[in-house]
Structure formats: structure tokens, C-alpha cells
């Protein structure tokens, strides 16, 4: 079974959020899709059981989410999407409002929001699909949407294990060439940060040994190269 081909699925990215007891967080999310039109319409979120967002969206049942733009720059995404709120403050630095439901919407790099509450949840595994009812919305500018395919290939970043996307390189055995000349990619396991030699000008293996990714600061033997995309 060639799981590249999944590469072909086309996402947007954005943030999902939630709070319970004064505690709030959000995650970046690729996994947001509106599932029904008639009456009120129904969106679905697929979230990772180890995220603090899915702990604080099955305590609220509310969840709001914002529709990211392609301003959307790595560290913006970082502080979402490979850092946790049971650790970092995710409302510090950022353009934020507090919604009709009182959870707070990111408006920074936003081009719209909605406000939502939980009314299934569906257990798949390492993530719950959580269906959603869409409460009330929020237009906030007229960027561009981000991709998923945008946030790859022009932003360069990747997805952690979390990510409902993510894909295990070494236990799928995909074909990976080695010790050729031409400038590879190379994947940061604990982050997702992509170190493309091309755009560096440097070889991976020419980096110092004490080299650490830009993003997460984990040391240069936490890389793999990148997946070949053959499609
Ligand atoms: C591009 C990208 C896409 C992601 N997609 C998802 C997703 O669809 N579902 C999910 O649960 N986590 C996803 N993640 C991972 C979470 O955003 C990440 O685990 C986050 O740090 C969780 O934060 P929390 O513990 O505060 O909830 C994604 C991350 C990135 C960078």
C-alpha cells in the first residue's frame, strides 16, 4: 500500500480551541471540516487524546476555531502546533477575543472564526472526531486561506506525531535514496521543521555536530531525511 498517495488529500490549517476552568488552549489542526449544510450547520475537528486542547474540549464541550492565513509565518504555528498549554501560555502574544461562549477566538492571522459546540464524539483510535455545531461565526480579513499544501511546500513546516496527518517514515519503509549528491530535505522527529539544503545552500551532513534544529533546539541525529513524494 503506497501511503504517499495520501499526500494527496487537500486540508486548510487551523486553530482549535477550547477552555475549561480558566485553563485554555488550542492546537493547530488540519483536520477541520464542515460535514452538513441544512438546518444549523455541522462541522467535524479530529483531535489527538494527548492534546491539552482535547482534555479541555471534552470538559467544555465548546470549541471555536479560526481559519488561518497564509501571514501565518513558523513561529506563529509553532506556538500552536508543537508546543502544549499544559506547558506554555498559548493567549501570551497573541491578537485574541473572548467569543459569545466566553472561549477566547485567535484573530491574529485569522480570515475568519466560528463558535461551536460538541454535540457527538466518535473515538478513532489516538484521536476523537468531534462534531460540532456551529453556533456563530466572525469574519476578521481578507487574506489568503493557508493550505495544508501552502504550509508544506512555501512555508516549509511539517507535522508532529500528534498531527492526525502524520505519518511514520521508518515503519511504512518508504523509498528513501541515499548517499546521492542531489539536495534532499531533511525532518526534524520531534518538531516537524524541515531543513531543505537547497534553500540553505549546506548540506546536512556538512552542519556542525552541534547543530540544533531552529524550532525546537533538539540536536542534529533527531533528523530523517524526507520522504520521496514519487506522485
Ligand atoms: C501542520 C500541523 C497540523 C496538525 N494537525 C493536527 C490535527 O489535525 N489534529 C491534532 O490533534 N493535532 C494536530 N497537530 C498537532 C497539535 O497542534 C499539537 O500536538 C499541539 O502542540 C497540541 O497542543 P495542546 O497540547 O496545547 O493541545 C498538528 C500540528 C501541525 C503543526
Redesign the pocket.
Known amino acids: 500500500m503506497d501511503l504517499t498517495t495520501l499526500f494527496k488529500i487537500s486540508y486548510g490549517?487551523y486553530i482549535v480551541g477550547s477552555s475549561w476552568n480558566d485553563n485554555y488552549?488550542a492546537?493547530?489542526?488540519?483536520?477541520v471540516m464542515q460535514v452538513t449544510s441544512e438546518d444549523v450547520p455541522k462541522l467535524i475537528a479530529?483531535?489527538?487524546k494527548q492534546?491539552?486542547?482535547?482534555e479541555l474540549i471534552s470538559k467544555s464541550k465548546r470549541v471555536n476555531i479560526s481559519v488561518l492565513s497564509q501571514n501565518s509565518n513558523l513561529d506563529f504555528?509553532a506556538k500552536?502546533?508543537?508546543?502544549?498549554?499544559?506547558t506554555s501560555n498559548?493567549l501570551s502574544s497573541v491578537l485574541y477575543e473572548i467569543g459569545n461562549n466566553n472561549i477566547p477566538i485567535i484573530t491574529e492571522n485569522a480570515i475568519c472564526a466560528y463558535e461551536t459546540s460538541v454535540i457527538n464524539e466518535i473515538d478513532v483510535g489516538t484521536?476523537t472526531i468531534f462534531v460540532l455545531l456551529l453556533e456563530n461565526t466572525k469574519k476578521i480579513s481578507y487574506d489568503n486561506v493557508l493550505t495544508?499544501d501552502y504550509?508544506h511546500n512555501v512555508i516549509k513546516?511539517g507535522?508532529?506525531k500528534?498531527?492526525?496527518?502524520y505519518i511514520n517514515q521508518e515503519k511504512h519503509k518508504f523509498n528513501v535514496s541515499k548517499g546521492d549528491d542531489k539536495m534532499n530535505r531533511y525532518r526534524c522527529k520531534i518538531c516537524?521543521y524541515i531543513y531543505d539544503e537547497e534553500k540553505e545552500g549546506v548540506k546536512f551532513e556538512d552542519l556542525p555536530d552541534d547543530w540544533v534544529c531552529p524550532l525546537c533546539k533538539t540536536p542534529k541525529t533527531n533528523f530523517e531525511k524526507e520522504i520521496e513524494n514519487e506522485l
Request: glycine share 12%; proline share 3%; hydrophobic share 30%.
Open positions: 490549517v488552549s492546537c493547530i489542526a488540519t483536520t479530529v483531535i489527538n492534546n491539552y486542547t482535547h504555528i500552536f502546533g508543537f508546543q502544549s498549554g499544559r498559548k484521536h495544508y504550509y513546516g507535522v508532529p500528534t498531527a492526525a496527518t516537524g
